[in-house]
């Protein structure tokens, strides 16, 4: 096992600029997630601490070693993709152990590795088959295998998950991390769902337009967005955002409604809170809104409703751990927690601590 440090990290396709600078610190044993919305650069990191892509600029680190000129099979890492990239004509067992064949392991060595992760990720019955007698998630548990056997320093996963149905990417996200606090490898996971990163990681790195918005636990991002866009990404569903004005007293003046701002400057602002913080308070408190749309699940509740009107108007969504009994059309009043609010600057997006 290994650190892997990216320092100053650059990529250019040939004019065009797609990474800028990117600094990230993964810890042994770590499992780093990078998210973010599609072309955010986020692959091509991946890419290029497996040696699948060239680096322009900076240097990209295995342990103590800077691997920029290091081809990939000398990088000791093993990755996942989201086509699995299965032999479609060989068994799961020859398919988990083909690299190690290649590298001319001695069969009983080959067997035993193999064996040993069949049973880590319950594919033992499944070693005769071929990869067409599998279902989706059968088929990346054999793709992990054969990352595993080979004993790597780093697994790098690129949206594993993406080709799979809702309830089995639940159930692979679950076998993915227990996989990962059993062997304890460093691990960096791509994805674009804010979920899967939320609920697998360490450390989440969140990127945009080739660039680094927030490194930390999930938990920070969730309570302690450094930006609009941090907070908009994090989180589902997503921060609501309304414009308002600081008055320097504590509160601010949003939607027409004197709310808690927890801040004595004055100014333009962007007044973030997120559904689970609003509740319904009594007429005449809080935000006025309409109801527009109920949707019930269940344990929850999610009322979807507008402040304002016309060109003013803004939605905002309302988590309720309860029944409610608002219907489309109704006035109600939104009171936001004031000790889980959120203030952005209005021109850099920043947070006002």
Known sequence: MASVTL????????????????????????????????????????????GLEEITGGTVAIGDNVVNEL?????????VFQSYALYPHMSVRDNMGFSLMLANKPKSEIDQRVNQAADILSLTPYLDRLPKQLSGGQRQRVAMGRAIVRKPQVFLFDEPLSNLDAKLRVQMRTEIKALHQRLKVTSIYVTHDQIEAMTMADKIVVLKDGRVEQIGAPLDLYDQPQNVFVAGFIGSPAMNFLKGHLNGDGTALVAGASLPAVSERTGEITYGVRPEHLS?????????????????????????????????????????????????????????????????????GQRIN
């Open 71 to 79: 081809p990939p099979k000398e990088r000791d890492v093993a990755m």
């Open 7 to 50: 320092s100053q990290v650059l990529k250019n396709y040939g004019a065009t600029k797609v990474v800028y600078g990117v600094d990230i610190n993964i810890a042994d044993g770590e499992f780093c997630v990078l998210v973010g919305p599609s072309g955010c650069g986020k692959s091509t990191l991946l890419r290029m601490v497996a």
């Open 280 to 348: 319904f308070g009594p007429e005449g408190q809080g935000l006025k809104a309409i109801v527009d749309v109920v949707e019930p699940t269940g344990a929850d509740t999610m009322v979807v409703a507008h402040v304002g009107a016309d060109s003013n108007k803004t939605e905002v969504q309302i988590t309720q751990r309860d029944r409610v009994s608002c219907k489309h059309g109704d006035t109600v009043w939104l009171v936001p927690d004031a000790s889980r609010i959120h203030l952005f600057d209005s021109a850099t």
